[in-house]
């Protein structure tokens, strides 16, 4: 699976498509935190495009969140997406994981496993091991879109410790960058997280929630929930849905 996925660094396109096989895998979140300020992180964007697309791992479906963060934009370009929610995210993974620093690209997988996004026999192995761990089933219900908000419930397991995340993503973006360490490319993005909120476990009930749309742009949305354990960092649920603005 990780040659395929390789292949994906050059052509996106030539990946077979499984996504029928794994349209009801086990959901696996893919995290990807990245910068437009950074010359390292197009493959890594690239590569989480291709995961998303074609979902390569038969049994498990990835469900990708492309996580832009600030500590690059002093380089000459401040990336339009990037969020100081999302460095303080990657600064609770680099402590959770003992790492030295915080760094792009890097990938984490269900809280469980980081490394470097473009890694793919990486995340090969992160995802394989992700389809042995346990999941609770998460349910999305009554989403929609009104009044400038995505209107929601969550179904689940409600257990001690777990906490609900809440994201709104841009379904797709692209950039040209004028200055920078990436000046003169057109970047392509999926998944753009642009609002992200956390909630206590106890809203697994089916209780009606909301998420502003401010900051969100124009087009699709994905409404992207996901469960944690607040000890661990690990996910234990994840579910995802498309809104139509």
Same mark, same amino acid.
């Not at 690239?46 to 832009?68: C, M, N, W, Y």
């Not at 500590?71 to 994981?97: C, I």
């Not at 841009?170 to 993005?189: C, K, Y």
């Not at 909630?199 to 009606?208: F, T």
């Given at each position: 699976?990780?040659?395929?996925?390789? /292949?994906?660094?050059?052509?996106?396109?030539?990946?077979?498509?499984?996504?029928?096989?794994?349209?009801?895998?086990?959901?696996?979140?893919?995290?990807?935190?990245?910068?437009? /300020?950074? =010359?390292?992180?197009?493959?890594?964007?690239?590569?989480? $495009? $291709?995961?998303?697309?074609?979902?390569?791992?038969?049994?498990?479906?990835?469900?990708?969140?492309?996580?832009?963060?600030? %500590?690059?934009?002093?380089?000459?370009?401040?990336?339009?997406?990037?969020?100081?929610?999302?460095?303080?995210?990657?600064?609770? %993974?680099?402590?959770?994981?003992?790492?030295?620093?915080? %760094?792009?690209?890097?990938?984490?997988?269900?809280?469980?496993?980081?490394?470097?996004?473009?890694?793919?026999?990486?995340?090969?192995?992160?995802?394989?091991?992700?389809?042995?761990?346990?999941?609770?089933?998460?349910?999305?219900?009554?989403?929609?879109?009104?009044?400038?908000?995505?209107?929601? =419930?969550?179904? /689940?397991?409600?257990?001690?410790?777990?906490?609900?995340?809440?994201?709104?993503?841009?379904?797709?973006?692209?950039?040209?960058?004028?200055?920078?360490?990436?000046?003169?490319?057109?970047?392509?993005?999926?998944?753009?997280?642009?609002?992200?909120?956390?909630?206590?476990?106890?809203?697994?009930?089916?209780?009606?929630?909301?998420?502003?749309?401010?900051?969100?742009? =124009?087009?699709?949305?994905?409404?992207?929930?996901?469960?944690?354990?607040?000890?661990? /960092?690990?996910?234990?649920?994840?579910?995802?849905?498309?809104?139509?603005?």
């Amino acid at each position: 699976m990780g040659c395929v996925l390789a /292949g994906a660094l050059l052509a996106v396109a030539a990946i077979p498509v499984r996504a029928q096989q794994a349209a009801q895998g086990t959901p696996v979140l893919v995290e990807l935190f990245t910068s437009e /300020g950074c =010359s390292d992180c197009p493959p890594a964007d690239r590569l989480l $495009a $291709a995961l998303d697309k074609t979902q390569p791992f038969t049994g498990e479906r990835a469900i990708v969140l492309s996580e832009h963060v600030t %500590y690059w934009n002093h380089l000459g370009w401040r990336d339009p997406f990037s969020m100081d929610e999302m460095t303080e995210r990657q600064k609770a %993974y680099v402590d959770q994981f003992r790492l030295d620093s915080a %760094y792009t690209p890097e990938m984490v997988v269900d809280g469980a496993a980081q490394f470097v996004g473009s890694d793919v026999r990486a995340l090969d192995a992160a995802m394989r091991a992700a389809a042995g761990r346990p999941k609770e089933a998460l349910e999305i219900e009554n989403a929609r879109w009104e009044n400038g908000a995505a209107q929601f =419930s969550v179904h /689940g397991t409600a257990a001690p410790g777990v906490r609900l995340m809440a994201v709104l993503a841009a379904d797709a973006a692209h950039v040209e960058v004028a200055r920078g360490e990436n000046a003169g490319r057109t970047l392509q993005h999926v998944a753009v997280v642009r609002v992200m909120k956390g909630y206590g476990g106890d809203v697994l009930d089916g209780r009606a929630l909301k998420l502003s749309g401010n900051g969100v742009p =124009s087009g699709p949305v994905r409404l992207v929930v996901f469960a944690t354990e607040e000890k661990t /960092g690990r996910v234990v649920g994840v579910a995802e849905q498309m809104l139509t603005r």
